[in-house]
Each structure stands twice: as C-alpha cells, then as structure tokens.
C-alpha cells in the first residue's frame, strides 16, 4: 500500500516509509510548538462512563488554545491569565496537558500543577499519567521519576510536580516556567496569602513563561475573587457553561415558566446570546436533577456571566447586587491625613453622624474604625482606620467631629469604646445617645452610645441592609470587601466570615442607626452661632488637636 504525498506529485512512496516521516515531523512539532500536542489528538482522556478516549478538543478548548498561543508568541514578559469557568467545560483537563507538554518538548523546565486538595491533585495526577502512558512511542520521553508528587524526564531533564495548598510551602523549592493552581476560589483561606506570594515569586517575568490559574467561583471573600475584582495584571478570561457544545438536549419546543423566561432574557441582556429551548431544557434538568432545585446554586457553578458567578454566594447577609454596584464605584479619597481618608470636605450647613467601632489598638488586633456620614445625602464622606489606642482615639473624635459642623458622634461602649465616651463626653457636646425602656419605673430613658447585644444587632444590620438597598454609599472599597464577606451561618447569626473582620461593616451601621433615630432638621445659616461656624472649626482645627495631645500626654504620665 502506498500514499501520495501531494497532489502536485505523480509519484508515490511506500507506507513505512511515510510513517517514518510522519514521526518525524511530529517530533520536530512537538519540539517546536508544544502547543501542537492539545490539538494533535495524541493524548488520551478518561471519560465519566470511564472509556479512555482520545483527547479531542470542544469549542472552549480550541479558544483558549489560539488565545494563549498568540499570547506566548506576542507577549514581551510572562503570560498570567486567570479563567473563571463553568463547571465541566474542560479548563482543567486542558491546563493540565498544557503543563504536561512543555516539560515533555522542552529541556531543563519546571512544571508545576497545584490543587485545592489532595483529591484534586490525585485525580490531576491520573490524568497527567495517562496522558504519559498512551502516547505514541516516538513522541514520549523516557520517565527518570515517577510518584505521587512528581514525573521526571529523562531526555529533556525537565519535571512536573504535583502538590496542594494545603502545604503552604508547596513549589518554594524551584524556579517554575509553567504553573497550573486548580480551584483556586476553593484553597484554604488562612494559608492562601502565604502559599500564593511565594508560588508567584517562584515564576520569573520573563517572555515564555506562563501561570494559569483556574478557579469556578465560591462566591465572595476569598483569594480568587479579590484576584478577579481587583485591579492587577492578570488576563482575566470566563467560559459560559452555554459555550460547552454538550450543554443542550434536543427538543422541539420547551414551555418556558416565568423564573425561565427572565433568566434568558437576563442572559441576553447582559451577553447578547439567546439562549435556545434546548440549553434551557438541559438547565432545567441540572437545577431539578443535581441541584436540588437550587437556581442560585446553578449561577454560581454554571454561571452564564462573569458577574453571575459571585452574585449568589448564598451566604452574603446583604444584598449581592447592591454591592456589586458599590463595587463599581469605589473609588480613591480625594487626599489622606494620618489614619483618615476624605472623599469630601465638610459643607456650610450640612449635617453629618459619625458612627464608631473602637479596637484595643495593639499592633496585630482590630482596627479603629470610624465613618463620617452626610445625613442629607447618604453618603460617607472620611473614615478613619487605624490602630490607635483608645483614649487618643475620643480626642481624633472630637476634632474631626468638630470640623465636620458638630456632627453626632455614636460610639459602640462594648469593650474599648467606654474609654472612648468617658474622654468624649468631658469635652465633645454632640454624643448619640440610645433609647432603653426601664422596666422598674415602666418609662424610657437615655443612655450614652450604642450598645450592640444579641437582641440589638439584628435589627441593627437590617436597617443597615434596608439603606444599601435604598442608596446607602460608600467609596471605600475596605468598606465594600468587609460587607462581602459578612455572612449568614447556618445557624441564621450574622458575622464576618471566619478569619475576616466586620469593624467597617459595625462602625457604617452604627452611623446608619444613629442617622434613622436622629432629628434633622434643615439648618439655616441665620441659626449657626458665628463662634460655631465652619471657617472657626477650620481655624481652630490645629490649635485644639495640639491641646488635646498635651492632655492626652499628661493624662499617661
């Protein structure tokens, strides 16, 4: 048997001999372009009903591959690109041969792969072992090592390493070329910042190299998605679950219900793509069938845009699209001053609370917190974060509550905020006071600051919630990150997730409550005593501050 070649020859070659060729030009390929490996339908795959199949590329797949193809051809420094994914479109399976092939073409590389856990880093590990032991003769390298952790080469002396972020000093040990970090969204929380500064110190900048990090999404508050929200270099690239070819089931027609019929036109709305009755057929069947009808939880793992991912956490206490909208917004003050961050200056006759959540002060512990609120227009204007100690901390208040026209202070007098009251109210005029119903003499009294109790912060966050919905803003993104990562547990309290902090979120709420309860009454200019007025404060801003710090300082000795 023989093969033409090419159609502008005549003559015909012997079969082995078009073989032997074959291979080499397929070697020379791989040599060349590691990339030619994905597409080349050389590597083998195990499939859910656990056939092992060649590795043939989806539509996903195919579309990573030319994007990351020109950006390995085109780009001056390293390529970063983090994917935020539908389930099950392939991500994995494909970063995971992209990983194997360079160090398999290439001489003298580190490869990396990392997990969320060890079940994710063995079944990575299978893959990338069967990816080894099915391909063609001529195209492998002989193993020098292979375990658990780690496949050598022989020939091209290069390695991949496979580990997890439980160990948070996964890959310090090497300069990687090619790194792969797995479900991100999913590694632990307290260990991530560590792991991650060290894993992406260990990649040089230099043309070549590439870092993919994959991740679906696991609503708010952790690494991947401050990475994905934040402002950095990472090309951040998402795969619709409607761009999975295999995501439809063939009808005729489909009788939308209501919830349906808003979900695609939402889609449209926000992609432009209508989404056909036999993708919405196969929606239904996963939400009723895997989800347990959950249409939130089908968002978050099979989002069908980016921003739907991380709308429906589920466990966020507050509105998801209003603090995306926030999120929008934020925005950097207009100048700082020490601890404080401005976004206005006070205004001539505006009025304005100050809500307080008061810390030890002690390097490593909470921070301070304050936030200046404009009654009128709902909107915080400063805020102060910082360690400070507490006695120092009432003098700041005063002069700052001075120079925002008097504003009401509200202190929380849990813990460290009585020593914040007992400086304020020897020499600050304007505290918020709380009402509480004494039940001995059957009459309601008045007592100094903010109390938060079991019974008083639920209703506390609600009215906070209820304003965010009804145009509450703030600019600052510290604020907006800490209101994301305020949950519900299953046990229905509201708090910070665990191992982030809820000051900003407490101290916004406090000046919220203290603006509800307040009596505001439009202040005219004719009413404000000219001893009081806005030029003194300013005038008068750097003499008291100066005094108070004398006191302050005789007041520790």
Same mark, same amino acid.
Request: charged share 30%.
């Given at each position: 048997m023989s093969r033409t070649i090419s159609p502008k020859f005549s003559h015909t070659i012997p079969q082995t001999s078009y073989e032997a060729l074959l291979k080499i030009c397929e070697k020379a390929l791989l040599q060349k372009d590691p990339l030619w490996l994905l597409e080349s339908e050389h590597l083998w795959i195990k499939t859910k009903q656990k056939e092992i199949v060649r590795l043939r590329l989806n539509s996903v797949q195919r579309e990573l591959l030319t994007l990351l193809r020109e950006r390995l051809q085109k780009k001056e420094r390293g390529v970063r690109v983090a994917i935020l994914k539908a389930r099950q479109v392939g991500i994995s399976t494909f970063t995971t041969a992209l990983i194997y092939a360079f160090p398999l073409a290439q001489e003298g590389v580190n490869?990396?792969?990392?997990?969320?856990?060890?079940?994710?880093?063995?079944?990575? $590990?299978?893959?990338?072992?069967?990816?080894?032991?099915?391909?063609?003769?001529?195209? =492998?390298?002989?193993?020098?090592?292979?375990? +658990?952790?780690?496949?050598e080469f022989l020939g091209t002396h290069s390695q991949i390493l496979i580990d997890t972020a439980n160990n948070e000093n996964a890959g310090r040990k090497y300069t990687y070329q090619y790194m792969h970090l797995s479900e991100v969204a999913y590694f632990p929380e307290r260990k991530v910042k560590i792991l991650m500064d060290g894993l992406l110190q260990a990649v040089p900048e230099e043309r070549g190299t590439l870092v993919v990090m994959e991740s679906t999404a696991n609503g708010r508050g952790n690494y991947f998605y401050d990475l994905w929200t934040g402002k950095n270099d990472w090309e951040k690239i998402f795969f619709a679950w409607w761009e999975e070819e295999r995501y439809t089931i063939e009808t005729s027609r489909i009788d939308l219900t209501q919830e349906e019929k808003r979900y695609r036109d939402d889609v449209y709305e926000k992609t432009g793509v209508r989404l056909s009755d036999g993708q919405m057929l196969w929606r239904r069947m996963v939400i009723k069938n895997k989800l347990g009808g959950e249409t939130e939880k089908f968002n978050q793992e099979y989002p069908a845009y980016a921003e739907q991912a991380f709308l429906t956490s589920g466990r966020c206490r507050f509105d998801n699209s209003v603090l995306m909208n926030l999120r929008a917004f934020c925005r950097e003050p207009q100048r700082r001053e020490g601890n404080w961050q401005i976004w206005r200056e006070p205004e001539l006759y505006l009025q304005y609370v100050i809500g307080v959540d008061t810390a030890e002060g002690i390097e490593g512990g909470n921070n301070s917190v304050a936030q200046i609120l404009d009654v009128r227009k709902k909107e915080v204007v400063a805020k102060y974060r910082g360690k400070i100690e507490p006695e120092a901390f009432g003098y700041e208040l005063a002069v700052w509550g001075r120079r925002y026209n008097m504003a009401q202070i509200a202190v929380e007098v849990n813990?460290?905020?009585?020593?914040?009251?007992?400086?304020?109210?020897?020499?600050?005029?304007?505290?918020?006071? =709380?009402?509480?119903?004494?039940?001995?003499?059957?009459?309601?009294?008045?007592?100094?600051?903010?109390?938060?109790?079991?019974?008083?912060?639920?209703?506390?966050?609600?009215? $906070?919630?209820?304003? $965010?919905?009804?145009?509450?803003?703030?600019?600052?993104?510290?604020?907006?990150? +800490?209101?994301?990562?305020?949950?519900?547990?299953?046990?229905?309290?509201?708090?910070?997730?665990?191992?982030?902090m809820d000051d900003e979120v407490i101290s916004l709420a406090i000046a919220n409550q203290a603006m509800i309860e307040g009596r505001w009454d439009r202040i005219e200019p004719e009413r404000i005593p000219e001893k009081y007025s806005p030029a003194w404060f300013i005038e008068q801003d750097e003499i008291e501050a100066q005094n108070w710090r004398k006191v302050y300082a005789s007041v520790k000795q």
């Open positions: 490869s990396l792969i990392l997990a969320d856990d060890i079940d994710g880093a063995n079944y990575l $590990l299978e893959m990338v072992k069967l990816y080894q032991e099915m391909l063609a003769g001529h195209l =492998r390298q002989e193993e020098k090592k292979s375990n +658990e952790k780690k496949l813990n460290h905020g009585l020593t914040v009251l007992t400086v304020l109210k020897n020499i600050y005029p304007h505290l918020y006071y =709380r009402k509480v119903y004494d039940r001995h003499n059957d009459r309601w009294t008045e007592q100094l600051g903010w109390k938060t109790t079991s019974a008083t912060k639920p209703f506390l966050i609600d009215h $906070l919630s209820q304003a $965010l919905r009804e145009g509450l803003y703030t600019p600052s993104l510290e604020t907006v990150l +800490e209101l994301e990562t305020f949950i519900v547990y299953d046990n229905g309290r509201a708090a910070a997730e665990e191992g982030k």
